[in-house]
């Protein structure tokens, strides 16, 4: 596995916006075998959800709920992810957690510990 650590929840009213933060790190050979890094949330008594995913290559994925408002961005390089979150409404309101995943061979799933957003007035 790898270690997930993101940055950047916070408090924001309706309509603004906020930007997510997730760094990996471990081995350099599980970093690079990294295929799909993505964010989920979950909000009070609810199941976790799938907010986006990446590809190593870029290819993207959205939730209907989050299409046209949220943008999902990476660095291969930095091993980073990014979200980032706009026009966001009070049922945004979750702890955002990152994920790493890789397929086949030795795969494996990494989660970080979450960050909150809470967006009300």
């Known amino acids: 596995q790898v270690q997930l650590v993101e940055s950047g929840g916070g408090l924001v009213q309706p309509g603004g916006s906020l930007r997510l933060s997730c760094a990996a790190s471990?081995?350099?050979?599980?970093?690079?075998?990294?295929?799909?890094m993505g964010w989920y949330r979950q909000a009070p008594g609810k199941q976790r959800e799938l907010v986006a995913t990446?590809?190593?290559?870029?290819?993207?994925n959205y939730a209907d709920s989050v299409k046209g408002r949220f943008t999902i961005s990476r660095d291969n390089a930095k091993n980073t992810v990014h979200l980032q979150m706009n026009s966001l409404k009070p049922e945004d309101t979750a702890v955002y957690y990152c994920?790493?995943?890789?397929?086949?061979?030795?795969?494996?799933?990494?989660w970080g510990q979450g960050t909150q957003v809470t967006v009300s007035s």
């Open positions: 990446i590809t190593s290559g870029g290819s993207t």
């Open positions: 471990g081995s350099i050979f599980k970093l690079i075998s990294i295929n799909d």
């Open positions: 994920n790493a995943l890789k397929r086949g061979l030795g795969s494996f799933t990494s």
